[in-house]
């Protein structure tokens, strides 16, 4: 039996093709087990917009091609509010066995015109849409078969986008460490971007992070 399931798909990529096709995943499957308040994707902002929309906005603005988000505990909530929004939605109904699985789901669902892969997580609200387009733009530019990893203070940071020359590696990933081996594995394939905004380290996983975050976009 199949295990991951179209659930919908809404697509705009005919605007935003580039030189590359360039896909983006964000995973949004998790338990939020550290969360005492809830599932955190659907946590609101001061604007009682959802954590994990506000999020899929600033992906979706982006030079991205495609976005497609892997679903799992509490999929028809989250599908609900992603309804109307310009994404592949997928069950992956192997959520529970942790984010390798959810990133083999979505890597499965890639357009076959991928040329490159941006992974995001669904609880990081605070990365602006120029810094995905800061690592995409570099992407685009590399003469290699880039794994491009943002750093902010000297410190490796979310999102990396893969080449589509790793998708093949990346089908094969396990457990919880999803695809860090990879990055041990091919550093000569890295392309280590410099990034000023302190979102791509701020990611909600608890009480004490949201809060943080409410604080801050007051």
Do not use: W
């Not at 005919?14 to 360039?22: D, E, G, H, I, W």
């Not at 998790?30 to 599932?39: E, K, T, W």
């Not at 990879?182 to 791509?200: R, S």
Request: hydrophobic fraction near 35%; aromatic fraction near 8%.
């Amino acid at each position: 039996m199949e295990d991951y399931i179209k659930t919908s798909y809404q697509s705009n990529s005919a605007t935003k093709l580039s030189k590359k096709f360039v896909s983006s995943i964000v995973l949004a499957a998790g338990f939020s087990s550290r969360m005492s308040l809830g599932n955190k994707l659907l946590l609101k902002n001061k604007n009682s917009v959802p954590l994990l929309q506000e999020t899929l906005e600033n992906v979706i603005a982006s030079k991205t091609s495609e976005v497609i988000v892997v679903t799992g505990h509490n999929h028809s909530k989250i599908s609900e509010i992603l309804k109307t929004k310009e994404c592949k939605i997928i069950l992956n109904k192997n959520y529970k066995n942790g984010i390798s699985n959810s990133i083999i789901a979505g890597v499965k669902a890639l357009n076959k015109k991928s040329q490159g892969v941006m992974i995001c997580l669904g609880d990081m609200p605070n990365i602006s849409t120029d810094t995905y387009n800061t690592l995409i733009e570099n992407f685009l530019s590399s003469k290699k078969k880039a794994i491009v990893v943002p750093y902010y203070k000297k410190k490796q940071a979310n999102p990396i986008i893969f080449d589509s020359f790793f998708f093949k590696r990346l089908l094969k990933v396990s457990g919880d460490d999803g695809a860090k081996y990879l990055l041990h594995e091919n550093q000569e394939h890295i392309n280590a971007i410099k990034i000023q905004d302190p979102g791509v380290k701020e990611d909600i996983d608890n009480k004490k992070d949201y809060l943080s975050y409410m604080e801050k976009n007051n």
